[in-house]
């Protein structure tokens, strides 16, 4: 359903209301909000590559990281907005991390679209014999130190939640970026962490094992497992991956950048989607301009409740 909902996306995107056909006086800039060699960096090389097979435009990406993309944001919201210089990043740089920042607002950016979701999971090691969340609580409350791999303060917030609603206490241990939490679990400095997608490969090789989704629905990779929902947790952490620009970008560059994404992810012989397919399945997620920021300032009021929860 999430495939043909994304395809029908892609579609309508493809088949909109015409435009003047914008294009770019010189080269595009896609600032990358994360660091080389992760699934951000790995779809928006990808991306920028066959933007240019495909419309002629030459497109340079950058790598900008630091403070899950909040290094990048705070150069995008200067940057002139004639849709020469846009940002790639993920949904919690503009609905999480502008909440409580003076230098940055959700209203200081145009969200061109969406090209990817997460398959959020809270992990363990396989060889830790925990199958649910229920045998690490039972774990924590027999005397183990749970330290818990995140990346950033969202989901940090997130294990404190699930540390509450099980009376356990956990301990943190911050990495930069998704792949962090992974390494950890994999050197062992953690028992248990998030895992956006990059977990796939470890998981189906049986060296990690998902105890929850912190998805709105099961993970592809374990369909009979439970969500943080299920648990009695009010809680989702699920993210996309975004293209944004700064505020006052016009409507016909927006529309136009979004439209060739849409296209590129919406044929399947096309690297960008296949990499998506693989590491995000079950593949594009497309969500484009006006609805994407009506998303996005949903998202920012759950964000800004969840921080209450955890001061609670």
Do not use: C
Request: net charge positive; aromatic share 6%.
């Amino acid at each position: 359903m999430r495939r043909l909902l994304t395809m029908a996306m892609a579609v309508g995107l493809l088949a909109g209301p015409a435009h003047a056909e914008w294009q770019p006086k010189g080269p595009i800039k896609l600032w990358i909000g994360f660091g080389a060699g992760g699934g951000t960096d790995t779809q928006g090389r990808a991306l920028a590559e066959e933007l240019e097979k495909l419309k002629g435009w030459r497109i340079i990406p950058e790598n900008k990281a630091g403070g899950g993309g909040t290094v990048m944001a705070a150069q995008l919201k200067n940057a002139p907005a004639d849709g020469q210089t846009v940002g790639f990043a993920i949904n919690t740089t503009f609905d999480f991390s502008t909440l409580k920042n003076d230098n940055l607002s959700i209203d200081d950016f145009t969200f061109i679209t969406t090209t990817a979701g997460s398959q959020m999971a809270v992990l363990a090691r396989a060889d830790s014999g925990w199958k649910s969340l229920e045998d690490m609580v039972a774990a924590a409350k027999g005397g183990t130190k749970i330290v818990w791999a995140n990346w950033g303060s969202q989901v940090q917030a997130g294990a404190e939640i699930v540390a509450k609603h099980f009376g356990i206490d956990v301990n943190h241990l911050r990495g930069k970026g998704g792949k962090s939490a992974i390494n950890a679990l994999v050197a062992r400095d953690a028992n248990v962490g998030w895992g956006g997608g990059v977990q796939r490969g470890l998981v189906a090789a049986g060296e990690l094992v998902i105890l929850a989704s912190a998805e709105d629905a099961p993970l592809v990779q374990a369909p009979g497992g439970k969500t943080l929902k299920g648990y009695g947790i009010d809680l989702s952490l699920g993210f996309q991956f975004l293209l944004a620009g700064p505020k006052g970008m016009s409507t016909e560059a927006r529309d136009t950048i979004a439209k060739a994404i849409a296209e590129v992810l919406s044929n399947p012989d096309s690297k960008t989607a296949k990499f998506v397919s693989k590491q995000y399945p079950p593949g594009p997620v497309v969500l484009a301009g006006d609805e994407l920021t009506a998303r996005l300032k949903k998202n920012y009021a759950a964000n800004k409740r969840l921080l209450e929860m955890v001061a609670k």
